[in-house]
C-alpha cells in the first residue's frame, strides 16, 4: 500500500514538474526547439551501445547488436526525418486561399513505454515530444524501469544543457498500475501516447484524455510464386530474427504458394530454418503460449536454441529460427498468433486468392490493422492483395520489421504504428510529432457573404486601423488582408453554386406561402414554414397528392414531432444525418 501510495506521489511531483517546463517550451522559437532536439538526438547516438547492453541485460529480451541499431535508427532515423519540420509559430501560409497556420503545442504528453523495445522508444518518443514543444512524462514497463531511466537521464540532461527547462523529460521510477492510471488520469496531463499490450491501450483509451495507442501485430508474410524467392525467405527471415523478433511488426507467418513451397522450404532450410514435426510444433507451443493466450515472458525475445531447449528437444548449431507447420487459425491453434520470438508458422495455399484469405483471417485473429508484407514480382497481384487486406501497412520486397518502421521504406520513421479503427487505434498513421501538435488556423474571407445587412462598415474589408490592415507576417500583396473581387478571385463554379443556393432557399421560403398551404402555416410567424407544415397542407386537401419537401433538417423534424405531424420525402429529398436519424426513430417520413 505505501509503494502504491508513493508512485502516485511521484507521478503528481513529475506531472507538476512537466507542466511548469511544457509553458517554458510552449514559448520557444524553432531554432531554440529544433538546438534542443539535435542535442538530444547526438546524446542518443553516443549512448546507442550502453543503453542497448543495460537492455538486454534488465529484461533478457532480444540481442544487443540488433538493440544498438534500433537506438540508432531513433537518434539517427527519426531525428533526419524530423529535424526540418515547421513545429513552431506559423508553420504554413496560403495567401490564394486566405488560411495561415499556426502550431500549438499540446503540452504534457503520457508515454507508456514497453520492455521489448524500451531504450529506443524511449528516444523515439522524447524526441518527437521535445519537437512538438511538449514536455514528457513516461512510465516504463515494470521488467524495464533501469534502462529506460537512464535514457530520460540522459536525454534531458543534453536537452539542459542547451536551455531545455528541468522537467521536460521526466520518468517513473516506482512504477505500480495505480501510478501509470495516475499518470494518464491526471488534470494536467494532455495526451496519452501509448505502446503496450492491448489492455493497457484500453485503457489508455478509456482514461478520459485524448489518446494515441498502437495494437498488436500478427505479420503474415506471404510468398507469391513470382516472387525472388532466395530474397524472400531471406528478407523473412532477417525480419522475424532481428532482436529475436520483439518488434511488433515482425513476420509471424510463412504464406507460400503451392507451385514455390518445395523451393521455399528448401531455401529456409539453407538459410537457417529448421522445420518442426508436428510433435515438436506443440511442445513449442505448450512453452510460448500461456493458457490464457499470452505470450510467455519468459520466451519473448529468446534464442531459438533457448526455446527449443525449453521445449525438449534440440536443433543444430546456426539454426536462426523455428518454423512450424500451420494447421488452423484461431485459439485452438496457439502459433496462429503474434509470438515474440523466432518463431513462424509454416502454411501452403494454391495461388494468391487462396493467400489472401489466409492472409486476412491471420489478421484479423491478432494484427488487425497493422503490417502485412508481400513479396512478388506481379504488381497485379501486389495491387489486388493491398486492396483487400485489412493492414495499413503493406510493406513489398522488404523485411517487414524494417519496412513498417521507415527503415527500407520511404515511410516516415517511426516506433509507433497506428492500427486504425480495425485495430482499436485513433490513427493508422506511423506517428511523428504532427500527431503531438494543434494546429490553429487564421481564416481570411475569401468569398462574399450576400443578403447580409450592413453593418456600417464595408462588407468585408479590412479596419482601418494599421494593426489590422497590414498583418504583422507581411503577406504578399495578394495576401490574406485584401476583400476578395467576385469577379476577378471567385472560379465561375463558386458563383454559380452560391445562385443555386439562394435560388434553393427562395424557393424554400415561398412554398411556406403559397395558396395550397392552409392559413395556419402562412400566419405571421418569427420562423420559415417547416417542411412538415408543408406537409400537413398536402393533407388538408385530398384531391391534390402530398407535396415531397427538397430537404429536412433536424429542427424539421422535432417541429414535425411537437405537432404530430408527417414528412413526406423522396428519394431525392436531402436529409441530414440528425434528421434522419431522429425522424426514423419516430416513424415521422412518408415516402411518395
Not at 325 to 353: N, Q, Y
Amino acid at each position: 500500500m505505501d509503494r502504491d501510495l508513493e508512485s502516485i506521489q511521484e507521478v503528481r511531483r513529475l506531472v507538476d514538474k512537466a507542466a511548469q517546463a511544457a509553458r517554458t517550451l510552449a514559448t520557444f522559437s524553432q531554432s531554440q526547439t529544433d538546438s534542443v532536439v539535435a542535442a538530444m538526438a547526438e546524446a542518443a547516438r553516443r549512448h546507442a551501445e550502453p543503453l542497448a547492453r543495460l537492455a538486454v541485460e534488465e529484461t533478457t529480451y532480444g540481442v544487443v547488436g540488433d538493440k544498438i541499431e534500433k537506438n540508432l535508427f531513433s537518434a539517427r532515423d527519426v531525428y533526419h526525418a524530423i529535424k526540418d519540420l515547421k513545429t513552431a509559430g506559423i508553420i504554413r501560409e496560403d495567401p490564394k486561399d486566405g488560411i495561415v497556420e499556426i502550431a500549438v503545442p499540446v503540452g504534457v504528453v503520457a508515454a507508456i513505454i514497453p520492455c521489448t523495445n524500451p531504450t529506443s522508444t524511449a528516444i523515439f518518443k522524447a524526441l518527437i515530444a521535445l519537437k512538438g514543444r511538449n514536455a514528457i512524462v513516461m512510465s516504463p514497463h515494470p521488467s524495464a524501469v533501469r534502462c529506460i531511466a537512464e535514457t530520460c537521464r540522459i536525454l534531458e540532461e543534453a536537452a539542459r544543457q542547451v536551455g531545455a527547462p528541468e522537467g521536460s523529460i521526466g520518468c517513473m521510477t516506482l512504477v505500480t498500475s495505480q501510478a501509470t492510471e495516475e499518470l494518464m488520469r491526471h488534470p494536467k496531463t494532455a495526451i496519452i501516447l501509448a505502446t503496450g499490450g492491448a489492455g493497457l491501450v484500453r485503457a489508455a483509451y478509456s482514461s478520459g484524455k485524448p489518446a494515441l495507442g498502437v495494437g498488436p501485430g500478427n505479420v503474415p508474410a506471404y510468398i507469391h510464386r513470382s516472387a525472388h524467392l532466395a530474397k524472400a525467405v531471406a528478407d523473412i527471415l532477417r525480419g522475424k530474427c532481428f532482436d529475436n523478433g520483439t518488434i511488433c511488426s515482425s513476420e509471424q507467418h510463412m504464406v507460400v504458394d503451392q507451385e514455390v513451397a518445395e523451393a521455399v522450404r528448401a531455401e529456409a532450410e539453407r538459410q537457417g530454418g529448421f522445420f518442426l514435426s508436428p510433435e515438436q510444433s506443440q511442445a513449442v507451443a505448450r512453452v510460448l503460449i500461456l493458457p490464457n493466450f499470452r505470450v510467455n515472458p519468459k520466451m519473448v525475445g529468446q534464442s531459438a536454441e533457448t526455446i527449443a531447449r525449453a521445449a525438449g528437444f534440440s536443433i543444430p548449431n546456426g539454426t536462426r529460427a523455428l518454423i512450424a507447420p500451420l494447421e488452423g487459425i484461431g485459439r485452438d491453434h496457439p502459433l496462429s498468433a503474434e509470438k515474440l520470438s523466432p518463431v513462424l508458422s509454416f502454411c501452403v495455399v494454391k495461388d494468391w486468392h487462396e493467400g489472401l484469405e489466409i492472409c486476412r483471417r491471420l489478421l484479423e485473429f491478432g494484427g488487425l490493422g497493422h503490417t502485412m508484407a508481400i513479396h512478388a514480382q506481379d504488381q497485379q497481384v501486389v495491387r489486388a492483395m493491398a486492396l483487400e487486406l485489412p493492414a495499413f501497412r503493406l510493406v513489398v520486397n522488404t523485411p517487414a520489421p524494417h519496412g513498417s518502421i521507415g527503415y527500407s521504406t520511404k515511410l516516415f520513421p517511426s516506433m509507433s504504428l497506428g492500427c486504425g479503427s480495425p485495430g482499436g487505434n485513433i490513427t493508422s498513421d506511423n506517428l511523428s510529432p504532427w500527431h503531438l501538435i494543434n494546429i490553429k488556423r487564421l481564416a481570411w474571407e475569401r468569398r462574399a457573404v450576400t443578403g447580409v445587412p450592413a453593418t456600417g462598415t464595408s462588407d468585408s474589408s479590412m479596419p482601418e486601423s494599421p494593426a489590422y490592415r497590414t498583418p504583422s507576417f507581411s503577406l504578399p500583396a495578394a495576401g490574406l488582408g485584401q476583400p476578395p473581387s467576385p469577379s476577378k478571385d471567385l472560379p465561375a463554379d463558386r458563383e454559380q453554386i452560391s445562385q443555386l443556393v439562394e435560388r434553393f432557399l427562395s424557393a424554400r421560403h415561398s412554398r411556406a406561402t403559397s395558396a395550397d398551404v392552409p392559413a395556419k402555416a402562412t400566419a405571421p410567424t418569427s420562423e420559415p414554414a417547416s417542411s412538415a407544415e408543408v406537409a400537413e397542407a398536402s393533407s388538408a386537401h385530398p384531391a391534390t397528392p402530398p407535396r415531397a419537401v427538397d430537404f429536412v433538417c433536424e429542427e424539421d423534424v422535432r417541429r414535425a414531432l411537437r405537432h404530430g405531424e408527417k414528412i413526406y420525402i423522396t428519394s431525392r429529398t436531402l436529409v441530414t444525418p440528425a434528421a434522419r436519424d431522429l425522424g426514423e426513430a419516430n416513424e415521422v417520413f412518408v415516402t411518395i
